[in-house]
């Protein structure tokens, strides 16, 4: 592998680093919530459950036979913000709201407030380990094997497929391994107000209201990181995300005070 395929050491750093986070924090934060007592292990699973359902096995599965489609590749071509909306924003939206509206229905005797953080925190954090976290794990052994001069017929892949991936190694700042954690957490936090959402519109019989408001807030958040990050830069799209996540969480905290209204919450 020629010199300029080789990854910088402050870019291994901050791969390795960011995986780490990635793992290590949520770990955590679910072991201090145990000890706390702060989460419950049923709902704590089907969060998981719901975003693994709705993302690796069905959407992602979905998009990834769909890329393959010269029509749809020539639409996202030509129509970048229609595709960020509908593709990046609303079919997310569709899929994971509905997985958690789902949950939230078949969880009868586990939708206290305790419960629908439980979920939030499952859901969010399943994401944060399969998507986020792997690509971090998949980036930092790619970047070891570039530096040690490994090539693509000794990977059995296309001379094209391991060029791009050194291209993109190389070409990206180490910050912005940094940027992809703090982009996390604001997804936990859209995760954690959604599901309180949905559990709250499931406890108060309005499903369809809440799913629909869900799944719009969800378009939102996914169309606003991608148009920000094309047209404005990266910052622009992770303050944008961040204002958005602070003002649905407020707005979702004032739900619990009467969030379970036939029964007593003292899960505080």
Same mark, same amino acid.
């Given at each position: 592998?020629?010199?300029?395929?080789?990854?910088?050491?402050?870019?291994?750093?901050? +791969?390795?680093?960011?995986?780490?986070?990635?793992?290590?924090?949520?770990?955590?934060?679910?072991?201090?919530?145990?000890?706390?007592?702060?989460?419950?292990?049923?709902?704590?699973?089907?969060?998981?459950?719901?975003?693994?359902?709705?993302?690796? &096995?069905?959407?992602?599965?979905?998009?990834? +036979?769909?890329?393959?489609?010269?029509?749809?590749?020539?639409?996202?071509?030509?129509?970048? +913000?229609?595709?960020?909306?509908?593709?990046?924003?609303?079919?997310?939206?569709?899929?994971?709201?509905?997985?958690?509206?789902?949950?939230?229905?078949?969880?009868?005797?586990?939708?206290?407030?305790? /419960?629908?953080?439980? =979920?939030?925190?499952?859901?969010?954090?399943?994401?944060?380990?399969?998507?986020?976290?792997?690509?971090?794990? %998949?980036?930092?052994? =790619?970047?070891?094997?570039?530096?040690?001069?490994?090539?693509?017929?000794?990977?059995?892949?296309?001379?094209?497929?391991?060029?791009?991936?050194?291209?993109?190694?190389?070409?990206?700042?180490?910050?912005?391994?940094?940027?992809?954690?703090?982009?996390?957490?604001?997804?936990?936090?859209?995760? &954690?107000?959604?599901?309180?959402?949905?559990?709250?519109?499931? %406890?108060?019989?309005?499903?369809?209201?809440?799913?629909?408001?869900?799944?719009?807030?969800?378009?939102?958040?996914?169309? &606003?990181?991608?148009?920000?990050?094309?047209?404005?830069?990266?910052?622009?799209?992770?303050?944008?995300?961040?204002?958005?996540?602070?003002?649905?969480?407020?707005?979702?905290?004032?739900?619990?005070?009467? =969030? =379970?209204? %036939?029964?007593?919450?003292? /899960?505080?």
């Amino acid at each position: 592998m020629s010199a300029e395929y080789v990854v910088s050491e402050s870019t291994l750093l901050a +791969i390795g680093l960011s995986a780490a986070v990635l793992f290590l924090v949520p770990v955590g934060i679910l072991v201090f919530l145990a000890v706390k007592k702060r989460i419950t292990l049923v709902p704590l699973l089907a969060g998981f459950l719901s975003f693994f359902v709705s993302q690796p &096995l069905t959407r992602l599965v979905l998009l990834s +036979i769909l890329g393959q489609v010269a029509a749809f590749q020539q639409f996202v071509a030509e129509h970048f +913000i229609l595709y960020a909306v509908l593709v990046g924003g609303l079919s997310a939206g569709l899929f994971e709201e509905t997985a958690r509206l789902v949950g939230a229905t078949l969880l009868k005797k586990h939708r206290s407030w305790k /419960d629908a953080c439980s =979920f939030g925190w499952g859901h969010g954090f399943c994401e944060v380990f399969l998507i986020t976290g792997m690509a971090q794990v %998949n980036n930092l052994i =790619f970047a070891v094997m570039l530096n040690s001069g490994v090539t693509a017929e000794m990977l059995g892949i296309p001379a094209e497929t391991l060029q791009a991936v050194a291209l993109q190694l190389t070409a990206v700042s180490p910050w912005m391994f940094g940027v992809s954690v703090i982009e996390r957490v604001f997804a936990v936090i859209y995760h &954690l107000s959604a599901t309180l959402l949905i559990f709250w519109g499931v %406890n108060h019989r309005k499903r369809l209201a809440t799913w629909g408001i869900a799944v719009g807030c969800h378009t939102l958040f996914n169309a &606003l990181g991608v148009i920000f990050s094309a047209y404005l830069g990266i910052l622009a799209a992770e303050v944008a995300m961040a204002a958005m996540v602070v003002v649905m969480l407020v707005l979702v905290l004032r739900l619990r005070k009467d =969030f =379970f209204p %036939n029964q007593t919450d003292n /899960d505080t």
